[in-house]
């Protein structure tokens, strides 16, 4: 006769599961997480680089030419159902932001999460599609060469971290888009900057493995 498992078995089994699950659940999450800020991050790259790949085909060159402000009104054109805003609306209060947005911006937080990424960065201009990205300029001092260009590839989402899901680029002389800078030491766990997160475009378009590497 086949014997019937005792409760106390069954209950042995189930905490075993729920131990092992509670050990692997967590990696799952974060791997998944990884996964699809990776894919977000490819799509709102390549996004981008259409855009201004639009403007050149149409001879509306950027570098030496427009601002901050002035520069958003022409990028927004490439977008389909994008807005843009006031050139500062980042540095508005939430209150503000929500009145003449209908929602609050995120704050974003530096890579290694200790400290607000820093507001100067993002301050120049501003292009958003509903909530589901937003595109921050930074011309500092109203200068024609020098653009930045920060994109949240999952808007209102989290994490809202600079490295995870803001990233940002600059354009060169030709309008290329490309990694703001190179800089290491300011993509990593140790800097204390308020840019600390500026340089990570760079490491996640060249590290295959970046997004599974953030730290979660």
Request: aromatic share 14%.
């Amino acid at each position: 006769m086949r014997r019937a498992f005792t409760m106390a078995e069954v209950l042995i089994t189930l905490g075993i599961i729920g131990i092992v699950a509670a050990m692997t659940l967590p990696g799952f999450i974060a791997r998944h997480r990884s996964k699809v800020l990776e894919a977000q991050f490819k799509k709102r790259y390549s996004e981008l680089s259409q855009a201004i790949s639009m403007l050149k085909s149409k001879e509306e060159y950027v570098y030496g030419v427009y601002d901050g402000p002035n520069f958003q009104e022409v990028l927004v054109k490439q977008y389909s159902g994008a807005k843009t805003s006031l050139r500062q609306m980042y540095i508005l209060s939430a209150s503000n932001q929500k009145r003449l947005l209908g929602f609050e911006l995120p704050v974003y937080k530096t890579f290694n999460k200790l400290a607000d990424f820093s507001m100067s960065q993002l301050d120049d201009g501003f292009i958003y599609h509903n909530q589901d990205f937003f595109i921050y300029i930074n011309a500092d001092n109203n200068n024609l060469t020098n653009k930045k260009i920060a994109i949240d590839i999952n808007g209102s989402k989290g994490p809202n971290i600079a490295g995870f899901d803001l990233f940002i680029f600059d354009l060169d002389k030709t309008d290329s888009l490309r990694a703001y800078t190179e800089n290491k030491g300011l993509c990593s766990a140790n800097d204390t900057s308020a840019l600390n997160g500026i340089s990570c475009s760079y490491y996640a378009m060249t590290d295959g493995d970046y997004f599974y590497k953030l730290g979660w």
